[in-house]
């Protein structure tokens, strides 16, 4: 099979076969659309036929037929509304993969813009670039329906960090007109990715339609951002229209930078190569883990900043605990290829983590960082940094790589007025505002903040920035500051976590008394909270302005 992906949700591919059909669910697709119209050439597989073994496998099928050259706007409307009826991730498929990326393109175009859906459909290898007039003209008409917007407060990104805020602001200012752009129709609790590649938590677990999650009251444009104006208190959005607001909060979360390993967007999902960091590759993960009877597992964490920088870790510790249960730790070479220095940048949870790594038979590699992969031959490669600058070149063979990729911030925040010299959005530390234009506040993974970036920073700092927002759109002093808190809950073994909770400068930050949870060492209560309390804190919390443990302090000056 010849998969290539679009976006987390959706893939193209050419013609598939009925037998491929259990092998897709195992890579962890939920549906099947087929493109083609049936009969086209000789042994093609009829749609009916396709259907009956997509549903044997347990899959969800859609056919909608569209010859190439012919693509109309009932084509478009319809492929469009599938696409959010349908269980994701989606294999959509037709003789060679262009009709389906035609019409999602087609589809998404007024949503996520022309230039990344051309991009992106180029990096799977399709040129629609006879295609951007009519793509152009779809964005145009959406934008004469409607040109400008307007709002109060305008969030940028719905993910923890943009619905954590809006819903601490509607906590305390109920009728606050808030309006939230974002171009993705689901919500993940990435967190529970990890989980997944354990083997603990199903991936339909983890996501919800974005609808769902939605503040009563906040308004929800399905459209990215293309440009920001904060001079003009403006942003353009990716479907021509303009959003005046009076306050913005700039929540855009991260760039995963799959692009910048050479190789590995080709080979990801197959031939041994997986990551958690993706919705339809942490299943994979499980699948490489359960089969591996002996071999080479290697584990890469690239330069910081990541999002949840334990998360390499975690894969590490999770694969390794199944294969020392499982009676295979012997029989199975573990590395880790650590672009770092250092095994955790808080050096009191070492301890506790080099003796998982010793039970584990972990070979440690610093300075290592991954460049490039080669799934058809199982090679790695990287580049080594020695202690005296030098860097050398390491090629190595692998039954499994679990890969965490470079990232970055979102182009469009980079590219931005907002962005500070390093990409990041500049704020300050503390009251999390810009620090250049006083009505604008950003947190989570995109903020310039040297915190961990994880959902439990996000967590803490949405409160701050909901009480800060407020006081400056009331002509008062910012009550709030946020001490950097961040937590990553590291899965040394099954049904154990070591629970790192640290802020600014790696001063511990524990929540609980170190009686009930000493966070330096390995804690059954800590996997409890992670299994089975943080999901549901998480969405019944967290995203519904429930601030638990984290309410703000108020500065007495400001009260």
């Known amino acids: 099979m010849d998969i290539r992906r679009l976006t987390d949700m959706i893939a193209a591919s050419p ?105 992106r459909a180029s990096q799977a290898g399709y040129d629609l670039s006879a295609l951007r007039s009519r793509l152009e ?22 993910g923890s960090a943009g619905i954590a805020t809006a819903a601490s602001l509607l906590k305390r200012r109920p009728g606050l007109d808030i309006l939230i752009v974002d171009p993705s129709d689901r919500h993940a609790y990435q967190p529970g990715w990890t989980m997944v590649g354990g083997g603990i938590f199903k991936p339909e677990d983890t996501v919800r339609p ?15 951002v293309a440009v920001f104006a904060p001079e003009k208190s403006t942003v353009s959005l990716a479907d021509g229209r303009t959003v005046r607001y009076r306050m913005m909060v700039a929540a855009p979360g ?23 960091y993706r919705f339809d590759t942490a299943p994979y993960t499980w699948n490489l883990v359960q089969n591996l009877k002996g071999g080479r597992a290697l584990f890469t964490q690239p330069p910081m900043p990541i999002k949840c920088a334990g998360a390499p ?7 390794g605990d199944h294969w020392f249960r499982k009676g295979r730790i012997n029989d199975i070479n573990i590395e880790f290829h650590n672009a770092g220095p250092v095994l955790f940048g808080v050096k009191e949870y070492v301890p506790a983590l080099m003796e998982y790594m010793t039970k ?16 058809a031959s199982k090679t790695a490669t990287f580049a080594r940094t020695a202690t005296d600058g030098t860097v050398t070149e390491d090629k190595r063979g692998f039954d499994m790589i679990h890969v ?50 994880t959902a439990a920073a996000a967590r803490k ?19 709030c500051v946020y001490d950097g808190y961040g937590s990553c809950p590291l899965t040394v073994e099954r049904g154990k976590i070591v629970l790192a909770e640290f802020g600014y400068g790696g001063r511990l930050l524990p929540t609980f008394p170190t009686w009930l949870i000493d966070g330096t060492k390995p804690s059954s209560l800590a996997w409890y909270l992670k299994a089975e309390a943080l999901p549901p804190i998480y969405w019944h919390g967290m995203l519904k302005g429930r601030e638990w443990l984290v309410s703000p302090e108020i500065k007495s000056s400001a009260a």
């Not at 760039?255 to 990801?268: C, F, H, M, V, Y």
């Not at 584990?360 to 992969?373: E, H, K, P, Q, T």
């Not at 469009?412 to 506040?441: C, M, Y």
């Open 15 to 119: 013609q598939i076969e009925t037998e491929n059909l259990e092998a897709l669910a195992a890579l962890g697709y939920k549906s099947i659309m087929s493109n083609r119209p049936d009969g086209e050439e000789p042994g093609q597989p009829s749609a009916e036929a396709v259907r009956t073994a997509a549903e044997a496998a347990g899959l969800a099928f859609a056919h909608i037929p569209v010859v190439g050259g012919g693509i109309s706007d009932a084509d478009i409307e319809a492929f469009g509304k599938t696409l959010t009826e349908l269980p994701q991730p989606i294999l959509g498929f037709c003789r060679t993969g262009m009709r389906t990326t035609t019409l999602w393109a087609l589809s998404q175009a007024a949503t996520l813009g022309v230039a990344p859906v051309l991009s």
């Open 461 to 479: 700092q949405a409160p701050v920035v909901a009480e800060n927002l407020l006081a400056v759109m009331d002509g008062k002093a910012m009550p």
């Open 404 to 453: 965490c990729p470079p990232q970055i911030a979102p182009d469009f925040i980079r590219e931005s007025p907002i962005a500070a010299s390093n990409g990041w959005i500049e704020v300050d530390e503390a009251t999390l505002q810009h620090k250049r234009f006083e009505n604008v506040f950003a947190l989570g993974d995109a903020a310039s903040t040297s915190n961990a970036k």
């Open 210 to 224: 974005m609808r769902a999650i939605m503040p009563d009251g906040v308004r929800w444009e399905k459209v990215a």
């Open 254 to 276: 991260i760039k995963l930078n799959w692009g910048a390993i050479e190789g590995l967007e080709d080979s990801l999902g197959r031939n041994g190569v997986t990551s958690n």
């Open 360 to 375: 584990y038979r972990a070979d440690l590699n610093f300075g290592s960082r991954l460049v490039s992969v080669d799934g």
């Open 313 to 319: 870790q975690k894969a590490l510790y999770l694969s």
């Open 137 to 158: 003209g779809s964005v145009q008409a959406r934008a004469m329906k409607k040109p400008l917007l307007t709002c109060e407060v305008l969030i940028v990104g719905a």
